[in-house]
């Protein structure tokens, strides 16, 4: 019997590591509040960073592509991709309330940009390749009023739109060899069209930013140079002001002194992805390559002057300040007089002071899916994950990442701490094992080729000096670890498909391997042999032991949650956790009281183990969740999804777990100390320096040894020993004997 509630309760969130960099001008900032609003996948992302809270609002049915939010700061507008053939809805909310105003569906597919124009008057959406149309939304009657193409025939589509400053009735669109001038008329619901005149020139603008005055326009484009363009507007029925007209005045780029005239204009890699106009004349520059350099206009030339130069592209800017962050700029946002949150493809926001000229990381996510998660032994302070590659460990407590081991190439399928917390052990899709100390991320060893086509699982037994690896081929390998020698014990083969997940018993003994051919393995890992086979008509995705060793727990493709017995692998009992997806992860607390489950409906599930009823849901994630992990201290568990976000969760008290029974002793491990030493063994490959890593590394000095607001990042040497002509004895210092040759 059991006294679990029957009704279900809300998870909430912790705290969440998560954002979409790849939106481009997805970061903005209250103007009255100052928190950061960010796209993460079909929701909205309000963060507090003061108070180092965060809050997300549902209500996209897809991937949020554009974002805005209005001068006052009293609403927000949103559009979306959708799968073709389907309406991409555009989305007015209240920003206070956090609630949907108004929306529509009249875009293709999806909402390429959006904006508010001045006043809060209206909004302008542009559509994709699909729909290439402007609707214009009324923000009094909150509907919309006009549509009309946003191209001609002979020009490609827009991708960007700004409004003017100073009038509600025009704004400004650009894009693949696209750039007009529009005047909105409300009472007669139509608009009026101007192209901007391009001499010659034709470009791809990506960005465009227009001065306070709504006298000039800049915007960066594909071939790395600033277009500036002068816009003579407002004129309600003729666009422009009549006699003159919207033109260009030249397109910019960096002047090289060192170089001669015609050969010393410098434009930037990977084109232009980010503008933002300063006082004095000044620009903020981010390029596709992440450099990003603080500019200003020449003053001892004359802009005539370059009307004889060679090239299509004049040395009309000044380089005054330069700096470079990883990955692609996608957003530029203001958040005090000198200082900017810069936003990158990478999902990694930065804060630049342009007076000081100091670059600091301020928030960070994983780029692609968060494979693995993991917990060092009764230590919840930090906790491990794996991604595209990189491994990164955060802090709990502190909601930072504080150290991030890059692989270059390569992803991490699944990572685990040693039980003595001297070294961080992951296997990777390039056959290698590796194995890293947790303060500086050196490598401590290496085990190529571990496996033909990839690994894909890993466990890491009690003592430390045994390890398990599942591969892609579908074979088992135990390895023995000393301090300066890994060897293979054995190789358990009885897979046909991947390996998804290993789990050993508290007594080191067996290890249970979970595969996509439908079936589970019991392994004595002592003998080498095997001890049991569950099927089911299923692919597993994880399996894991009850904290005693005497049930085992497994989730697959078909939305089933199975007890098993591990000594004769008896069928105990079923659980529906989802009728139309996946669950793909599992996790049990120390006690065994509690379980949560992670699947493809975005949802993350408590359960009472002893009644199999559902306890908690949590629904914060914007995409499939694929990793879980709980924590030693039981009051919280971390998910991870497929678009690299994380979320710790709170558990509620009533759910923290006891013995069961009462009286009964917890299954614990005895402390012991490594015999191995692995943090103090050199490493086997030279990364090119002489620094020593310190003696004694464990994870609990972790957050000691890193400053807060601060990430250590290391990349990792290569593995692969290169070839070198010669003597291969001549390294190792062995003499052969000639006579036994």
């Not at 180092?52 to 001068?71: A, R, V």
């Not at 990158?344 to 780029?367: F, P, Q």
């Not at 591990?566 to 509690?594: F, P, V, W």
Request: some cysteine; glycine content about 8%; charged content about 20%.
């Amino acid at each position: 019997m059991t006294d679990a509630p029957e009704v279900c309760v809300q998870l909430l969130p912790k705290a969440i590591f998560g954002i979409n960099g790849k939106v481009e001008n997805g970061v903005r900032q209250h103007p009255v509040t100052g928190s950061i609003i960010f796209a993460l996948g079909n929701k909205i992302g309000i963060a507090d960073y003061a108070k180092n809270t965060q809050e997300f609002i549902p209500g996209h049915t897809n991937t949020i592509s554009c974002l805005d939010i209005s001068k006052s700061g009293k609403y927000m507008a949103s559009g979306q991709i959708n799968h073709m053939g389907f309406r991409g809805y555009v989305i007015v909310w209240d920003y206070d309330q956090r609630k949907e105003i108004a929306r529509h569906d009249l875009h293709k597919v999806s909402v390429q940009a959006i904006c508010f124009t001045a006043q809060d008057r209206c909004v302008v959406s542009i559509g994709g390749v699909d729909d290439g149309s402007v609707i214009v939304f009324d923000m009094e009657s909150f509907s919309p009023i006009c549509r009309t193409p946003a191209s001609r025939a002979i020009s490609g589509n827009a991708l960007t739109v700004r409004p003017m400053h100073n009038n509600p009735l025009f704004f400004l669109t650009a894009g693949d060899r696209h750039l007009r001038l529009w005047s909105i008329l409300r009472e007669q619901k139509k608009l009026y069209v101007q192209d901007v005149l391009m001499a010659s020139k034709s470009r791809v603008f990506y960005c465009a930013r227009i001065d306070k005055t709504d006298e000039f326009a800049y915007l960066g484009t594909g071939t790395g140079d600033i277009v500036k363009i002068v816009l003579n507007c407002c004129d309600r029925d003729h666009v422009s002001k009549q006699g003159t007209t919207s033109c260009i005045l030249g397109a910019f780029g960096t002047h090289n002194p060192r170089k001669p005239t015609g050969k010393d204009c410098n434009r930037y890699v990977n084109g232009v992805r980010a503008l933002y106009i300063l006082e004095e004349g000044r620009l903020l520059i981010g390029a596709g390559n992440g450099d990003i350099e603080l500019v200003e206009e020449r003053t001892d030339v004359a802009l005539i002057n370059f009307r004889e130069y060679p090239g299509p592209t004049w040395p009309y800017l000044r380089t005054l300040k330069k700096t470079k962050v990883s990955g692609r700029i996608s957003s530029f946002v203001r958040s005090q007089t000198d200082m900017f949150y810069i936003c990158t493809d990478t999902n990694e926001i930065y804060g630049l002071n342009i007076k000081s000229w100091v670059l600091k990381l301020l928030r960070t996510c994983h780029t692609k899916s968060v494979y693995s998660i993991t917990f060092p032994k009764n230590y919840s302070a930090v906790f491990a994950t794996s991604g595209k590659e990189c491994i990164r460990i955060w802090s709990s407590g502190r909601k930072q990442e504080l150290l991030r081991i890059m692989v270059y190439n390569f992803n991490c399928a699944a990572v685990r701490f040693t039980h003595d917390g001297t070294s961080i052990v992951s296997v990777w899709n390039d056959g290698i094992i590796r194995a890293f100390t947790p303060i500086t991320g050196r490598l401590i060893y290496a085990i190529p080729n571990a496996h033909n086509k990839g690994c894909s699982a890993l466990a890491v037994a009690s003592s430390g000096r045994l390890i398990v690896t599942g591969g892609i081929e579908g074979q088992v390998r135990v390895w023995k670890i000393d301090p300066y020698r890994q060897d293979l014990v054995g190789v358990l083969k009885d897979h046909s498909g991947p390996i998804t997940s290993l789990d050993i018993n508290y007594l080191d003994t067996e290890v249970i391997s979970a595969c996509t051919d439908g079936s589970c393995v019991i392994w004595d890992i002592k003998r080498m042999t095997r001890k049991q086979v569950v099927t089911s008509n299923t692919q597993f995705m994880s399996a894991s032991y009850f904290p005693t060793g005497v049930q085992v727990i497994t989730c697959g493709s078909d939305g089933r949650i199975i007890y098993w017995m591990a000594y004769d692998g008896g069928l105990i009992r079923e659980l529906t956790a989802s009728k139309k997806s996946s669950i793909n992860g599992l996790a049990i607390n120390q006690t065994g009281d509690y379980f949560i489950s992670v699947g493809s409906d975005l949802q993350v599930k408590l359960w009472d183990y002893n009644s199999g009823a559902v306890v908690g849901v949590g629904s914060e994630h914007a995409s499939s969740v694929i990793s879980c992990a709980y924590s030693p201290c039981m009051t919280m568990f971390v998910t991870g999804s497929s678009d690299g976000s994380l979320i710790i969760w709170d558990v509620p008290r009533e759910f923290w777990g006891r013995p069961n029974p009462p009286d009964a002793p917890r299954y614990t491990l005895p402390k012991t100390t490594s015999k191995s030493r692995l943090s103090e063994v050199p490493a086997r490959v030279n990364s090119g320096t002489n620094v020593k890593a310190p003696r004694g590394e464990n994870i609990d000095g972790l957050l000691k040894a890193t400053p807060k607001d601060d990430l250590c990042c290391v990349e990792c040497p290569p593995c692969a020993k290169k070839e070198t002509k010669g003597d291969p004895l001549a390294e190792c210092g062995v003499v052969p004997d000639v006579r036994k040759c």
